[in-house]
């Protein structure tokens, strides 16, 4: 089992930055593809951002582009969500999840607990 906290979530107003954080304890996730989720109130939940074991790939959905970076430091153990020009759009339960079927954008099945984000217009 691979078990994942996030914090640094928060209350931002729009236009101001977070970087979540996302660390990981337990089996060891050498080579899993990391992702962020969220899930607004009444939505789904959809995939914001994953990398790859090494960081050399990445996605991000179109909403995010140009304003997120995800990025992970194994020898911490650690994935980051940097977020900056927060939206209101953007609030929602951020999650951070980790793939053992090495696949970046689906399949991922271990997950935190989820982190608020609420951005004050």
């Known amino acids: 089992q691979v078990q994942l906290v996030e914090s640094g979530g928060g209350l931002v107003q729009a236009g101001g930055s977070l970087r979540l954080s996302c660390a990981a304890s337990g089996r060891t996730f050498r080579g899993y593809p990391m992702g962020w989720f969220r899930q607004a109130p009444g939505k789904e939940r959809e995939l914001v951002a994953g990398i790859s074991w090494s960081g050399s790939s990445t996605y991000y959905a179109d909403s995010v582009k140009g304003r997120f970076t995800i990025s992970r430091d194994n020898a911490k153990k650690t994935v980051y969500l940097q977020m900056n020009s927060l939206k209101p759009e953007d609030t929602a339960v951020y999650y951070c999840?980790?793939?053992?079927?090495?696949?970046?954008?689906?399949?991922?099945?271990?997950w935190g607990q989820g982190t608020q984000v609420t951005v004050s217009s």
């Open positions: 999840a980790a793939n053992s079927q090495l696949r970046l954008h689906s399949g991922y099945d271990y």
